[in-house]
């Protein structure tokens, strides 16, 4: 079965006035989908706040951590999978995401 990266749904920063804005879920993986790609990747699964000044977001991020010193934002992960389905790119996805996470490392 192919790995389908699930998303928080209508994250938003609410500003201490209570303005509500809407963010970019591509940027929020569930925590199933960031404990996935962190088994993939031989990485940690980690919840991160997100840190706005004056504002409260919510949901927090799915972040995974990468051999104890670089963040990758799961979300931002998850969307090459979304976008690449292995059921019709086998191995794509997989290919952008490494891309990712060994530019990361190498502080690209």
Request: net charge neutral.
């Amino acid at each position: 079965m192919s790995f389908v990266p699930t998303f928080e749904k209508d994250p938003v920063a609410i500003s201490t006035y209570g303005t509500v804005t809407h963010l970019n879920p591509g940027y929020f993986a569930t925590a199933e989908t960031a404990e996935e790609l962190a088994r993939r990747y031989n990485a940690v699964p980690v919840e991160k706040p997100y840190n706005l000044a004056r504002f409260t977001v919510l949901p927090p991020t799915q972040w995974f951590l990468r051999f104890g010193k670089v963040d990758v934002n799961a979300g931002l992960l998850a969307g090459y999978f979304l976008r690449n389905p292995e059921d019709k790119f086998p191995g794509l996805a997989d290919r952008y995401a490494k891309a990712i996470i060994d530019s990361e490392i190498k502080g690209l």
